[in-house]
């Protein structure tokens, strides 16, 4: 295996690690060992924890924007209906560990890490996307508004689907926030476009 391939298989053990055990709680040793490093070489590719999380940070945005581009297809309600799915297609991890964005930006914030703000980057990221989408709905004026609405819900979902491990209850509250979503379209009253005879 090659340098690189060595260096991305890093970033991504601790990527799951850092999610699964939190920032704080995984150690230099817990990344060598599961990819099957020494010391000696794993200190080849990264001096420091922090170096890793700075990378592990640039790969979450980096998948994080690959991800919101792919939904750039369709009406606006299907692209943030895409959105408030990721609660059902991540349900099992969500309901073992919590959002991978948000047990991240509140561990180092809990640290007063350097790196808080970058993880933050990645609300930033969701946040201006689901505004975009709400502007062109026609919810011009109240569209940020209407992004960090959507972002509260989803946060409390994940953060009571982790204590409650209750895949019924992520069903129903994304069931619910489709409804909300839906009943956030301009209305388009038969009275108000008929005119005058």
């Known amino acids: 295996m090659g340098a690189s391939e060595?260096?991305?298989?890093?970033v991504d053990v601790a990527d799951r690690l850092f999610y699964e055990q939190g920032f704080?709680?995984?150690?230099?040793a817990d990344i060598a060992r599961e990819v099957?490093?020494?010391?000696?070489?794993f200190y080849y590719h990264f001096k420091t924890k922090d170096q890793i999380l700075a990378a592990v940070i640039?790969?979450?945005?980096?998948?994080?924007?690959a991800m919101l581009e792919a939904w750039e297809q369709g009406p606006p309600v299907e692209r943030i209906r895409s959105f408030v799915h990721i609660l059902i297609a991540n349900r099992a991890k969500i309901m073992a560990y919590g959002c991978p964005v948000g047990t991240l930006c509140n561990e180092l914030a809990k640290l007063d890490h350097a790196?808080?703000?970058?993880?933050?980057?990645?609300?930033?990221?969701?946040r201006h996307w689901l505004?975009?989408?709400?502007?062109?709905?026609?919810?011009?004026?109240d569209a940020d508004g209407l992004a960090l609405h959507v972002l509260m819900r989803s946060q409390?979902?994940?953060t009571l689907a982790a204590a409650f491990r209750d895949e019924d209850f992520i069903r129903s509250e994304v069931a619910d926030l489709e409804a909300w979503l839906h009943a956030q379209r301009p209305s388009t009253s038969p009275l108000a476009s008929r005119q005058p005879a």
């Not at 060595?6 to 890093?10: A, E, F, P």
């Not at 640039?58 to 924007?65: D, E, G, I, P, S």
């Not at 790196?115 to 969701?126: R, S």
């Not at 505004?131 to 004026?141: D, H, I």
């Open 6 to 10: 060595t260096r991305q298989q890093i």
């Open 24 to 28: 704080e709680a995984t150690s230099f």
């Open 36 to 41: 099957g490093l020494s010391r000696g070489n």
């Open 58 to 65: 640039a790969q979450r945005m980096a998948n994080t924007r």
């Open 115 to 126: 790196a808080k703000d970058d993880a933050v980057g990645l609300f930033t990221l969701f």
């Open 131 to 141: 505004s975009r989408q709400f502007a062109a709905l026609g919810r011009e004026t």
């Open 156 to 158: 409390g979902v994940a």
